[in-house]
């Protein structure tokens, strides 16, 4: 279901189990995700956004796949990625670490 290049990639799995109707079944779901921290990430530029950006197309450029902007998001610190886009922002752009 996740593929080589999604954020989730390296979460574990877990199990809880659900009665529903007096009947138990496990469910299977993700772990959490956090941002990762920093560390040993290799800032390339600095970007400052302009009315015409859409974080889908900077991450097509920056790292030519548009799914990858998580990338983007998780470097910024940022978990919505319209607030990434705010106009007249500078962000990091940053050599991905996996």
């Known amino acids: 279901m ?12 877990a199990t809880i189990d659900v009665t529903v109707d007096g009947q138990t079944r ?3 779901y993700l772990r959490r ?10 800032t390339l530029m600095r970007h400052t956004i302009t009315q015409a ?5 900077l991450a097509a450029v920056f790292f030519t ?12 610190g940022v978990l919505d ?7 007249g922002r500078s962000i990091s752009i940053v050599l991905p670490l996996r």
């Open 65 to 76: 796949d548009p799914l990858q902007f998580w990338r983007l998001c998780d470097t910024n």
């Open 81 to 87: 990625p319209d607030e990434l886009i705010a106009l």
């Open 2 to 13: 996740i593929g080589p290049g999604s954020r989730y990639t390296s979460l574990e799995t």
């Open 53 to 57: 950006d859409r974080i889908d197309n």
């Open 33 to 42: 995700r956090f941002i990762p921290p920093e560390t040993g990430a290799v």
């Open 26 to 28: 496990p469910i299977r």
